[in-house]
């Protein structure tokens, strides 16, 4: 039988190149795949580690305007207490 004319099963020649360009597509696609697939969990990673330092910032800028309001009552409170002392020497 010519090589050229394929086998008893009716394979063309050309068959070997077409199944490895079949598989090269495969291959490229299953890359890409692959790729993108990477891509998005780096993307997802550093997006929850911004959304985390955010959260983190945020509540440190609440917990420190707290703390500033709190240490301005604390002042506000000292001078009544002061002002009290004082108003009581002048009475007695």
């Known amino acids: ?19 490895r360009k079949c598989l090269k597509t ?7 795949a692959m790729s ?3 891509y998005y969990q780096i993307t ?4 929850m580690e911004l959304n985390n ?3 983190n910032l945020l509540h440190k800028y609440v ?3 707290h703390q500033n309001e709190i240490d301005e009552l604390k002042e506000q409170i ?6 009290l002392e004082r108003s009581k020497y002048i009475y007695t």
């Open 36 to 38: 993108f697939g990477v």
């Open 63 to 65: 917990m420190d305007k």
């Open 1 to 19: 039988m010519n090589i050229l004319s394929g086998d008893r099963r009716g394979n063309h020649p050309s068959a070997p190149n077409r199944k």
């Open 78 to 83: 000292n001078k009544l207490n002061n002002n």
């Open 26 to 32: 495969i291959f490229q696609g299953v890359l890409g």
């Open 44 to 47: 997802s990673n550093k997006m």
């Open 53 to 55: 330092e955010k959260q």
